[in-house]
């Protein structure tokens, strides 16, 4: 199994807290990704990273920010939750692009927003 | 905008009783499609990636097919382990070189003994 960890596992909070979310690869990987997933839809993208410091936006990024300050880490914010973004959300990581970019994803976090 | 479709959403089987499961997909251009197993409570599973029409792949008891419009996971005798939802994605191109998924919303399969 790829190394991909995401802290915490679950989490309940309330509208209106900042709310940020681990994912740590062990694999020196250069691509990481944030994505969450809701019933009735696919998984969607949130976030992505092709390096360190640098990110940019998925489909659903409105209400989240990120961060990667190093190789193995990118976190995930949600500056003011609110109760749409109770989701489970995923972080997968490749380690390249174009052909034979096979993405590995982690176990979850499950957001709940009161 | 990239489009993927799967059906059914959810498929019963008997122990044994051998099916297919469809993706089908619209995008400006294919750069590769992807099959995923979910168990519940877990990430997704990579198991193929397809990047040319006609092109297939094995494992165990699955096998994913590719033409121009869809793709088909082929479940042959399947046994209750394989009960899951089975994910498809297309591949696109982002910034920086990354690579984005587009996801269909899945196939929920149960295997009854």
């Known amino acids: 199994d790829a190394g991909i960890t995401q802290s915490p596992r679950h989490k309940v909070t309330e509208t209106g807290t900042p709310v940020t979310l681990r994912c740590h690869q062990t694999e020196n990987h250069r691509y990481m990704y944030w994505y969450r997933q809701d019933p009735g839809h696919g998984l969607r993208l949130i976030h992505y990273s092709y390096g360190v410091k640098d990110t940019d936006k998925g489909e659903v990024s409105d209400g989240y920010s990120v961060s990667r300050s190093k190789t193995e880490d990118f976190l995930l914010t949600l500056e003011s939750a609110t109760s749409s973004q109770t989701s489970v959300y995923f972080c997968a990581i490749s380690e390249r692009s174009g052909r034979y970019n096979e993405q590995f994803f982690g176990p979850g976090t499950r957001l709940t927003v009161l | 905008e990239d489009q993927v479709t799967q059906s059914p959403e959810a498929l019963r089987l008997q122990e044994g009783e051998s099916s297919s499961l469809n993706c089908s997909y619209t995008?400006?251009?294919?750069?590769?499609l992807f099959w995923y197993r979910q168990d519940p409570g877990k990430g997704p599973e990579f198991l193929f990636t397809?990047?040319?029409a006609g092109e297939e792949k094995e494992k165990e008891r699955l096998k994913a097919t590719l033409t121009k419009k869809e793709s088909f996971l082929h479940i042959t005798a399947p046994k209750p382990e394989d009960s899951a939802t089975y994910l498809c994605a297309v591949q696109a191109v982002l910034g920086g070189g990354a690579d984005g998924l587009t996801f269909g919303k899945g196939t929920h399969l149960i295997i009854q003994p």
């Open positions: 397809l990047y040319s």
């Open positions: 995008v400006s251009g294919l750069r590769g």
